[in-house]
């Protein structure tokens, strides 16, 4: 043991249901236009898609 007897604990939680993915799809709304190929129009396909949405 050291000389300081400090413990570390990580807590990495799972995925959860939320209500956000349907809020964010609903703000971004259904087309991005011209933004289809940047960033913007990728989170708005992954938000679209009910297949990624987490268990639980």
Same mark, same amino acid.
């Given at each position: 043991m050291g000389?300081?007897?400090? +413990?570390v604990?990580v807590v990495?939680?799972g995925?959860?249901?939320?209500g956000f993915?349907?809020? !964010? !799809?609903?703000?971004? *709304? +259904?087309?991005?236009g011209?933004?289809? *190929?940047?960033p913007?129009g *990728?989170?708005r396909a992954?938000?679209?898609?009910?297949?990624?949405?987490?268990? *639980?």
């Amino acid at each position: 043991m050291g000389l300081f007897p400090i +413990s570390v604990t990580v807590v990495e939680p799972g995925r959860a249901r939320t209500g956000f993915r349907k809020t !964010a !799809a609903m703000r971004l *709304g +259904s087309d991005v236009g011209p933004h289809g *190929g940047t960033p913007i129009g *990728g989170l708005r396909a992954y938000l679209a898609n009910p297949a990624a949405e987490p268990p *639980g």
